[in-house]
């Protein structure tokens, strides 16, 4: 969600339906369910700001996966204790 959006802004519609019908396609989505939800609500109160609530949610759906590897551009995801690429 937070990268349609951020595309949306910054490139119009046409990248967000690229996105939809390139990539899309070969990733798996994984949905948040309530436990997920209420975890990352927490840690994002718990945070003061320091990053995103969607941030937190994926920060939350990684661990659970066991993913410690993130594309990401900002640095939130490395102070969360996660491996940065690039």
């Known amino acids: 969600a937070e990268c349609f959006a951020v595309l949306e802004r910054r490139f119009g519609r046409t990248s967000v339906i690229d996105l939809r ?41 990684m661990r659970d996966e066991r993913i410690g590897t993130a594309f990401a551009l900002d640095g939130d995801f490395a102070r969360a204790g996660f491996i940065t690429v690039p």
């Open 21 to 61: 019908d390139t990539v899309l396609p070969v990733l798996e989505v994984v949905w948040v369910d309530p436990d997920q939800h209420e975890l990352a609500f927490d840690a994002h109160l718990a945070a003061s700001r320091q990053s995103s609530f969607v941030d937190q949610v994926t920060f939350q759906v």
